[in-house]
């Protein structure tokens, strides 16, 4: 087995085996309250991120840093090119009247561009303002009225006209750029004139403590707040994570680590998941999709060593095998296959962490079998090269990163918030702990609060929200971010998210419940989309569930139903309604009977960004749903 192959390899050597090592502090009764781990990187001490491609293009001028997608395929770019263009978009933008210190705001899907204009703004002595390029009219006025930016650069002409409506009542309207229609090649023109030696003074009068970005949050419960990270924040964040996974996957694998990055640039996961592959000189592409059936090309025609996703690909690898399996009629195949992948993964870690033994002779024939009729498939869908990936946003099933384990992909899940640039924990290479989201990266600290609260402190957590002292009062003590997460550590320091403490729910008989882990288990399942627990002072637990297009399609066309049946029809289809129900099963699987899913409602249509209840950043906004299906929650405690 590959993986085994690879960890074995790997913990041989003793100096990546001590990373991640950790300090646990224990209260009188023995729990573990906080965890420490000291840095792996030395901190910022002088300069920026600004220096990042002017140094590699000193050092290392011919190396490929990134490969831009065309026409005719994945064209390098070397660190010498990309100096070049970070320059010349860096002059246009002092030409077009960027003051050092000054906001420019990026509204665009994850392309070369993107990562060009980040340090250009910096190597300009700017600070980036990223916009989610789903963003509407009035939330892109918030952000760039809030940020005070005064310069915007767009991808499309339908951005543009955001901005435009956007921004109409501003008293001082924001100069305006378009990627698709040359951004780049005018600001190249525009700076022309503006000497090498200007670029060189506003890089040298950044240091470690300026201002890199103002990062809004999603937004949830009300307007965003712009997170202000600095640059030795970020870079924290970046160089720790390299340190601590880099070495540990190029010892296992032998290869050249490369990858391709598609989550959203507006979101902090994805901004830290470039710094950090330029820091370690790691080839990456960019792709402009999260969505799996556009996505699996691109990683076929890339073929990654690893990636950094949420666990809604991973579902959607995971559902899209299986529907290809009830295609050619082996349904029942493939679920023996994940039964096998769970039972043989659980086996071959607990042989790993020296604490059980390993699969026996009979698992591991069933294992080979399938390695060949269906974990193979899985490997060729992510492009055949992958063995590692990290997930964060969410939790991901625990049997689901089970049955990647068993497929040959160790899945890695981390955690972290904006005003943690980005992951705080991580399950260290080494030592995997599936259903955990880890330990503190090095240099962060963990601790637990009397009532449960995830507190978290180091050199990634933010300073301030951006004109906002009493925000920014209410959720930073002596250094310590109240992350508003509920969660606890283990006797090893690994920690465990159970909720987030504004959505605890309450029942009329007292039980506390937090929706999270039910939510989490739900959406693993087909047929479900998103979803929504609800049971504040009700007497039992339900759930709001939608119905995912590209599964509903799938249960239609395997019973030779006609593709455009009403979904008004399939929320009452028996049949339909039976497989919902074999995933309200798995997720109260994780739960007491008092805290279990009771009842559900199939909802018609998807919760959405266009309908409000979604943020950009995909995270169900929970009181607009409730408000939104009043009449159906009514309907389900009726019942």
């Not at 573990?32 to 990187?41: F, G, H, S, Y």
């Not at 780049?184 to 060189?200: F, K, Q």
């Not at 990636?307 to 579902?315: M, N, Q, R």
Request: with cysteine; hydrophobic share 45%.
């Amino acid at each position: 087995m590959g993986v085994r192959r690879d960890l074995k390899r790997a913990r041989r050597r003793t100096d990546l085996a001590a990373r991640g090592s950790v300090e646990l502090v224990r209260d009188a009764t023995g729990t573990v309250r906080e965890v420490r781990a000291a840095p792996l990187a030395p901190p910022l001490t002088g300069g920026s991120l600004a220096d990042l491609p002017f140094t590699h293009a000193d050092e290392t001028p011919g190396a490929v840093l990134l490969r831009r997608r065309t026409e005719d395929g994945w064209r390098p770019v070397t660190a010498a090119a990309f100096a070049a263009d970070v320059t010349a978009a860096a002059k246009g933008l002092i030409a077009a009247g960027l003051e050092p210190g000054g906001r420019v705001a990026v509204m665009s899907r994850t392309r070369y561009e993107w990562t060009v204009l980040d340090f250009a703004v910096w190597a300009a002595g700017g600070q980036s303002v990223p916009v989610y390029p789903t963003s509407s009219a009035a939330q892109l006025d918030w952000i760039v009225r809030d940020s005070g930016a005064r310069h915007v650069v767009t991808e499309t002409a339908a951005h543009a006209a955001t901005v435009t409506t956007g921004t109409a009542d501003h008293p001082r309207r924001p100069r305006l750029w378009q990627l698709d229609a040359g951004a780049l090649a005018d600001l190249e023109t525009l700076g022309r004139d503006v000497p090498d030696d200007e670029i060189a003074k506003r890089r040298a009068a950044l240091t470690p403590d300026t201002v890199a970005t103002v990062c809004y949050t999603s937004g949830t419960t009300g307007r965003p707040k712009g997170c202000v990270l600095t640059h030795a924040n970020l870079h924290a964040e970046a160089a720790n994570t390299v340190e601590l996974l880099h070495p540990v996957f190029q010892a296992a694998t032998g290869r050249t680590a490369s990858t391709l990055l598609f989550l959203p640039l507006a979101h902090i996961l994805g901004r830290t998941l470039q710094l950090a592959c330029l820091l370690a000189r790691i080839e990456t592409g960019h792709f402009p999709s999260v969505r799996p059936d556009e996505l699996r090309p691109a990683l076929k025609e890339f073929r990654p060593t690893f990636l950094v996703g949420v666990p809604y690909l991973f579902e959607k690898i995971h559902d899209t095998g299986r529907a290809t399996a009830e295609r050619i009629g082996r349904g029942a195949s493939f679920d023996r296959a994940e039964r096998i992948a769970v039972r043989f993964a659980e086996a071959h870690l607990r042989k790993f962490l020296g604490t059980g033994k390993g699969p026996g002779p009979g698992l591991y024939a069933a294992w080979a079998l399938y390695d060949l009729l269906v974990y193979r498939r899985i490997r060729r869908e992510l492009g055949g090269r992958m063995r590692y990936a990290v997930s964060g946003g969410s939790a991901l099933d625990r049997d689901l990163n089970l049955f990647f384990h068993a497929a040959g992909i160790v899945v890695h899940e981390g955690y972290g918030l904006t005003e943690t640039s980005a992951a705080a924990t991580l399950v260290p290479p080494l030592g995997p702990r599936p259903g955990t989201v880890g330990l503190p990266i090095p240099g962060v600290a963990v601790r637990i609060a009397d009532d449960g609260e995830v507190l978290v402190k180091g050199g990634v957590v933010f300073g301030s929200y951006w004109n906002d002292p009493a925000a920014t009062e209410a959720v930073l003590t002596d250094g310590w971010f109240a992350t508003g997460d509920l969660g606890f550590l283990d006797d090893d320091g690994y920690l465990t998210i159970t909720g987030r403490k504004k959505d605890i729910i309450v029942t009329s008989g007292g039980k506390n419940v937090s929706p999270a882990v039910l939510e989490d288990r739900l959406r693993s399942r087909s047929p479900v989309g998103r979803c929504v627990v609800v049971g504040d002072g009700r007497p039992f637990v339900a759930a709001l569930i939608t119905l995912d297009p590209e599964a509903v399609a799938h249960w239609l066309a395997v019973r030779r139903l006609p593709a455009d049946t009403p979904v008004s029809e399939l929320v009452h289809a028996p049949g339909l309604r039976a497989e919902v129900q074999k995933a309200v099963d798995h997720a109260n699987e994780a739960v007491s009977r008092a805290e279990s899913i009771r009842a559900f409602a199939l909802i018609e249509g998807e919760f959405t960004e266009d309908n409000g209840l979604l943020t950009p950043s995909l995270k169900v906004k929970r009181h607009a749903v409730a408000a939104a299906c009043a009449a159906q929650i009514e309907a389900l405690y009726r019942g």
